[in-house]
């Protein structure tokens, strides 16, 4: 069989393609969005840069993306960075410094940012300066070009009040509804050239957690799955042939989550995180963040700090 040669532009050009690039395009959290828009309507007659935001989101929930979109909305610049990348105070100086006017830096994981890099931001942020301390053991300040910056975590709980208290908007996603779950599916079905039904969006979002990543991934899923299977317009029959094959059950349970609950099924009492992390051959720390999320949301399960046991 000959194998083709990727167009690699073409593939990249494809997921761009998919991704929201304005606050229309943003599916959902219209809260959110309508307090961005007045934030960013006042900076603009203020002729001042927008004042810091702080989301914190679960993983997978298109804060990058939201930050692209304000930054396209002020057509500035917008610098994206993870903060266990920056590991001394002298980089972030670095990046500071060579912030134009009204630039956004984005810092992704914010509580994973050293306490003493976390203190050079607290200037930046209010008086748009940085202190350096020089090798003769005085400071200098520095100034810096005003700029926006956007800070983003999945653990808000490990957030000093120093560092909270220094944002005036502070977000918080909150979960996708199944019909705005499937204008998203209806949108990367046309994107990844998947025809189908017109009851299939629908169909899917039942079948799929709300994040956006996730829902993206069963697309492709789908895709491939259409693509080997040779089908040109996918139906309703079709699509519970994919879900046989991918063992994909009702909210997004797969065969793992199947296999804790049947873990926990073999007791009739509370059983220790520990017992169920070995008997699915798992770190704890990964049946807590990628297992058990889903079945809390969905009422399967109830927890405490160490104990486990089905919902009654």
Known sequence: M????????????TILASRPD?????IGQSHIKK????????????NWPLWHILFSWPSWFWKTTMAHIISQELCVNNKVITAYAISKPSEIVSILNALESWDILFIDEIHRLKPNVEEVLYTAMEDFVVDMVM???????????????????TKPEMLSKPMKNRFVYSFHLVDYTDAEKSIIIQRYLQVYDVHHDSSIPSEIAKKVDSVP???????????????EKWIKNLTS??????????????????PLHERYLEVLAQYDRPIWLRVIATQLWMWEKAVEDDIEPLLL????????????????
């Open 22 to 26: 304005s606050f229309d395009d943003f």
């Open 213 to 227: 990543r996730e829902i993206h991934n069963l697309c492709i899923k789908i895709r491939d799955y259409c693509i």
């Open 297 to 312: 949301k969905l009422w399967r399960i109830e927890k405490t700090t160490q104990w486990r046991i089905l919902s009654r």
């Open 2 to 13: 000959e194998i083709k040669k990727i167009d690699t532009t073409t593939q990249k050009q």
């Open 135 to 153: 090798p003769e053991w005085w400071n200098i300040r520095i100034p810096i070009n005003p700029f926006t910056l956007i800070w983003a975590t």
């Open 237 to 254: 029959s079709e699509l519970s042939q994919f879900f046989q094959h991918a063992q994909i059950h009702d909210g997004g349970l797969t």
């Open 35 to 46: 307090m961005l828009q007045t934030a960013i309507i006042s900076a603009k007659k203020r």
